[in-house]
T-cell receptor
Framework: NAGVTQTPKFQVLKTGQSMTLQCAQD?????MSWYRQDPGMGLRLIHY???????DQGEVPNGYNVSRSTTEDFPLRLLSAAPSQTSVYFC???????????FGPGTRLTVT | GENVEQHPSTLSVQEGDSAVIKCTYS??????FPWYKQELGKRPQLIID?????GEKKDQRIAVTLNKTAKHFSLHITETQPEDSAVYFC???????????FGTGTSLTVIP
């Protein structure tokens, strides 16, 4: 069991570039979420999904898109990167039967 | 939406002393309150959680208390050890269990 995996671990983008952060899980968990973590601000929810084909916005969705075509994958797309999107991004999953969240290892993104 | 406040932002204790971190929440519909420990460069990891139908929960040196009326919950670590040094986050979630709102974190340093 790999649990929750994220790729890449590090990424540097130029302003205006687009990219996709990958998140995959092999635990058959229903719920998946994306967070960003900035110094002094804790973790803030970007988007979440309660199952394949269903996504919704969290606290800070602007500038990000998500889709969930399978239970296993939940990619996060940055449409046009901005320096304000420099952050550490965590993907997390939750089984539908409990509230315990499992976090991926994170992706550190720098936008110059 | 939910607003979670966490205090203090930094905490230093002598090894063997107790540490207490407090959080308040705003949404009376929240009913699940986890605490996470995050070491530098690592992912958040769940250390203890409590549901709204319980007032206190203990796991060895760690305990969490919840006051639903006052909308606050606290993490208590007794007999602190240097390996307890980390950033601790509280969070709150409502009935769906797929939206978590985090506090801004407490950096705990245990001085040997």
């Amino acid at each position: 069991n790999a649990g929750v995996t994220q790729t890449p671990k590090f990424q540097v983008l130029k302003t205006g570039q687009s990219m996709t952060l990958q998140c995959a899980q092999d635990m058959n968990h229903e719920y998946m979420s994306w967070y960003r973590q900035d110094p002094g601000m804790g973790l803030r929810l970007i988007h979440y999904s309660v199952g394949a084909g269903i996504t919704d916005q969290g606290e800070v969705p602007n500038g990000y898109n998500v889709s969930r075509s399978t239970t296993e994958d939940f990619p996060l797309r940055l449409l046009s990167a901005a320096p304000s999107q420099t952050s550490v991004y965590f993907c997390a999953t939750t089984p539908g039967s409990s509230y315990e969240q499992y976090f991926g290892p994170g992706t550190r993104l720098t936008v110059t | 939406g939910e607003n979670v406040e966490q205090h203090p932002s930094t905490l230093s204790v002598q090894e063997g002393d107790s540490a207490v971190i407090k959080c308040t929440y705003s949404d009376s519909a929240s009913n699940y309150f986890p605490w996470y420990k995050q070491e530098l460069g690592k992912r958040p990891q769940l250390i203890i959680d409590i549901r709204s139908n319980v007032g206190e929960k203990k796991d060895q040196r760690i305990a969490v208390t919840l006051n639903k009326t006052a909308k606050h919950f606290s993490l208590h670590i007794t007999e602190t050890q240097p390996e307890d040094s980390a950033v601790y986050f509280c969070a709150a979630s409502g009935n769906t269990g797929n939206q978590f709102y985090f506090g801004t974190g407490t950096s705990l340093t245990v001085i040997p």
